[in-house]
């Protein structure tokens, strides 16, 4: 059945290393997003991407890279320039950015730096 | 610059009664808002919408309810039910382009 897949669910990291979050819709939507969520704050768009090959910066977009080669896909890099990088990731994808549509999120991806 | 507000962290209700979850914004270009609920380590599943043309859409429990001069919207659960316990975020959109989130509001129904 269609859906949003993240993985990993848990995932851990050393300071200075560089980790990729994986994201995979298989719902055929154009749109994609990362948001990141920190207790007790809401969802901050760190990117989105409209369309294959283009991506936009969100609100919280220093230290993360994207890329978007496929419209299944839209990994998620933390690199080490992400100064408070563990926090609960959250990928989601809508039919467009335009019109009226809702987004729909997958399971999410916590990240912990230790 | 926080767009979308909800400034009541958390909610407590008894079962059978009305959950009111309040939410404002700032920017008067958003026309589409939606409401989430997120369960802890879960994403956030769409619950309901409401386009900048209509002041109110309802889908069973849930009503939502938009003031656009006010800019404020608010969601409305009735009856309130244990398994509505959740976070509830409100969020907003300008026709093209991204989804703005509030910070959300912890509901908790008791039995």
């Known amino acids: 059945d269609g859906g949003i897949t993240q993985s990993p669910k848990y995932l851990f990291r050393k300071e200075g290393q560089n980790v990729t979050l994986s994201c995979e819709q298989n719902?055929?939507?154009?749109?994609m997003y990362w948001y990141r969520q920190d207790p007790g704050q809401g969802l901050r768009l760190i990117y989105y991407?409209?369309?294959?090959?283009?991506?936009q910066k969100g609100d919280i977009a220093e230290g993360y890279s994207v890329s978007r080669e496929k419209k299944e896909s839209f990994p998620l890099t933390v690199t080490s320039a992400q100064k408070n990088p563990t926090a609960f990731y959250l990928c989601?994808?809508?039919?467009?950015?335009?019109?009226?549509?809702?987004?729909?999120f997958g399971q999410g991806t916590r990240l912990t730096v230790v | 610059d926080q767009q979308v507000k909800q400034n009541s962290p958390s909610l407590s209700v008894q079962e059978g009664r009305i959950s009111i979850l309040n939410c404002d914004y700032t920017?008067?270009?958003?026309?589409?808002f939606l409401w989430y609920k997120k369960y802890p380590a879960e994403g956030p599943t769409f619950l309901i919408s409401?386009?900048?043309?209509?002041d109110k859409n309802e889908d069973g429990r849930f009503t939502v309810f938009l003031n656009k001069s006010a800019k404020h919207l608010s969601l409305h659960i009735v009856p309130s039910q244990p398994g509505d316990s959740a976070v509830y975020f409100c969020?907003?959109?300008?026709?093209?382009?991204?989804?703005?989130f509030g910070a959300g509001t912890r509901l908790t129904v008791k039995p």
């Open positions: 719902l055929n939507h154009d749109a």
């Open positions: 409401i386009s900048s043309i209509k």
């Open positions: 991407s409209q369309i294959v090959n283009d991506f």
């Open positions: 989601a994808s809508s039919i467009s950015l335009r019109g009226y549509t809702e987004a729909f």
């Open positions: 920017n008067s270009m958003f026309d589409y």
């Open positions: 969020a907003a959109r300008v026709i093209w382009g991204d989804m703005r």
